[in-house]
């Protein structure tokens, strides 16, 4: 059932393929999360026993103050939903444990998840949750031909692979390149709101630039650098006035790796 495949046509007419993650890879993502919270959780208890055993050295009841009580309720509530929420929508579809298994959340269209989206995803979890061990949302996942739980039926989402890019043995010749000129994406601070305004287009331009220029003739490829960072460095709001046609490039290649991370996960 992991093994699974489900090609999408994005609206820019950009064909993507998927492999669809199933009940156990899901699961063990799960579960690697909620390891996580409950650590987390437990922390916060042995915090607030400690606050709580300062303020009254009898340990009476009567006399502790139920403040710090009520604050890591409700600090424990806000982590315990807003983890998958944050997580999915500010990580490009990524809770740590989807992370470590190589699995995200998509939009059905192929593009990167939504604010609303993850919002409803994730609010459902009450109802997949239930009857108890998230028994509805496992049989879901089971039995749907996508592997959908309510929460991506509503929200209109599909947990998929990434593409696994530790089989690729050989450097393609823009990896070449940029290993070549020692880049890296630290080179170029562009914030992942910023990235998320990016469509297929961008990626296709971005990419198919970087594959030509090193094979063009200098001036040529002078002239389509300043083209390329003339319509996607704005957008990344990386000032380009006064740089040199070098540093421009450099520009790109970085923001070709940011973009990498983003749309190329095909199979």
């Known amino acids: 059932m992991n093994q699974d495949r489900i090609g999408i046509k994005t609206p820019e007419y950009v064909s993507l393929n998927f492999q669809l993650a199933g009940l156990g890879s899901r699961t063990a993502a799960y579960l690697i999360d909620q390891i996580i919270l409950i650590i ?3 922390l916060i208890v042995m915090v607030l026993f400690m606050i709580l055993y300062g303020q009254s050295d009898l340990l009476l009841w009567s006399e502790i103050n139920s403040v710090p009580v009520a604050i890591a309720i409700i600090l424990m509530f806000i982590l315990n939903w807003g983890y998958f929420f944050a997580f999915e929508y500010f990580s490009g579809g990524r ?3 989807k992370k470590v298994l ?3 959340v998509i939009q059905e269209n192929g593009h990167s998840i939504t604010l609303l989206s993850s919002f409803i995803r994730n609010f459902l979890r009450i109802i997949d949750s239930l009857p108890a061990n998230y028994f509805l949302g496992m049989m879901m996942i089971f039995f749907h031909s996508k592997h959908k739980r309510i929460g991506d039926l509503v929200a209109g989402t599909l947990v998929v692979h990434e593409r696994n890019t ?3 043995k050989k450097l393609s010749p823009i990896e070449k390149e940029i290993e070549k000129r020692g880049l890296a994406k630290s080179d170029l601070f562009v914030e992942e709101q910023v990235l998320k305004t990016f469509g297929a287009k ?3 331009l971005v990419k198919t630039y970087c594959s030509r220029f090193i094979h063009l003739p ?3 490829s002078i002239r389509l650098t300043r083209q390329v960072a003339e319509i996607l460095l704005p957008k990344a709001r990386v000032d ?3 740089k040199s046609f070098q540093d421009l490039e450099n520009n790109l290649l970085v923001l070709y790796l940011h973009l990498k991370d983003e ?5």
């Open 218 to 220: 200098e001036e040529e």
């Open 40 to 42: 987390v959780n437990i």
């Open 102 to 104: 190589g699995l995200r």
């Open 166 to 168: 530790k089989k690729k």
């Open 95 to 97: 809770t740590i444990g």
């Open 240 to 242: 380009a006035r006064g």
């Open 202 to 204: 961008d990626w296709n």
């Open 263 to 267: 749309w190329e996960y095909e199979l």
